[in-house]
């Protein structure tokens, strides 16, 4: 298994355009800007753990690829919607302009709307080069699926109506806040691990284990997020600090306060790492993951 972080990314960017379909010169525009913001950088942390994720479970991570660069092609259209002034309404992204900045909003729209149906075409199209392989073709679909789901409406899009709905109300909750936070970050946290899984053949136990370990990251990953938006620095974030109050956003900062917040975000990585204890010395690529996390400036 690999263990280092940049390996996996490097995996990812260099068969990241690969698996963008060809578009007609007269549609150059949309390749263009769904090219501007998947080479914008980036973490990668969604694919990384699905490659880690299928590796761990003893698959080959290299035919994970499609699948991992399909996740990273949903985060990103997901950034795009994000950004647009019907949603967040930001100007930076990753250090640079967002996609509504340079293309316009209907462009943009369009280059998010291009990026999420290339991905099931991209899993779709991995899914026929196993049609003679009875067992793989059942773990490719298992893995698609879970993306889709993470995605959908039960996980990302119900996330995200639910964040935009507790803008500039005083109804909210840790209730509230949890259910945000496991949707609109932690469902595609949790369907990276859950797809890398079934690829690489995963047991019904490590499953249980990783599920709960995807789960606390997933939350963690999100407090850490709000701490950023107060605490960061926006050069080093690529993006404005202080949007989440100027848009009235419920997030466990505002709700809690730093204190609590920075309590909680040790309490989730603490759970995380609990989650894998029984793996002991082969998980340690996933240890260090959420410890490093929680420290993260960026």
């Known amino acids: 298994m690999i263990e280092n972080y940049n390996e996996y990314k490097k995996m990812i960017d260099e068969h990241l355009m690969d698996c963008i379909p060809a578009v007609a010169p007269i549609s150059s525009t949309l390749y263009e800007a769904m090219k501007y913001s998947l080479q914008a950088g980036g973490k990668r942390l969604r694919p990384v753990l699905l490659l880690a994720s299928c590796e ?3 698959g080959d991570s290299r035919k994970a690829i499609p699948y991992a660069c399909a996740l990273e092609y949903i985060h ?5 919607h994000d950004d647009l002034p019907a949603m967040d309404d930001d100007e930076l992204r990753r250090g640079k302009p967002t996609n509504h900045m340079v293309y316009g909003p209907g462009i943009a729209t369009l280059a998010g709307d291009g990026l999420l149906n290339t991905a099931f075409e991209v899993m779709y199209k991995n899914l026929f080069l196993v049609f003679d392989d009875p067992a793989a073709m059942k773990r490719g679909i298992k893995a698609a699926y879970a993306i889709a789901k993470g995605a959908g409406v039960g996980g990302m899009v119900a996330g995200q109506v639910a964040d935009l709905e507790a803008e500039n109300t005083e109804q909210g909750s840790n209730e509230l806040l949890e259910y945000i936070q496991l949707n609109k970050t932690g469902a595609l946290i949790r369907a990276a691990v859950e797809a890398g899984l079934y690829l690489g053949g995963a047991d019904d136990e490590m499953m249980e284990h990783m599920l709960s370990y995807a789960e606390n990251l997933g939350l963690a990953f999100q407090i850490a997020d709000d701490i950023l938006d107060v605490r960061g620095n926006a050069g080093e974030l690529g993006k404005n ?10 997030t466990y900062v505002s709700l809690n306060g730093m204190d609590a917040s920075q309590q909680r975000l040790h309490e989730l990585t603490q759970n995380a ?7 002991y010395d082969n998980a340690i690529f996933f240890r260090e993951l959420v410890l490093n996390l929680e420290k993260r400036t960026y």
């Open 76 to 80: 990103t259209y997901s950034l795009i």
């Open 56 to 58: 761990f479970a003893g």
């Open 273 to 279: 790492v609990d989650a894998i204890a029984d793996y």
């Open 241 to 250: 600090t202080g949007e989440d109050a100027k848009n009235d956003k419920l």
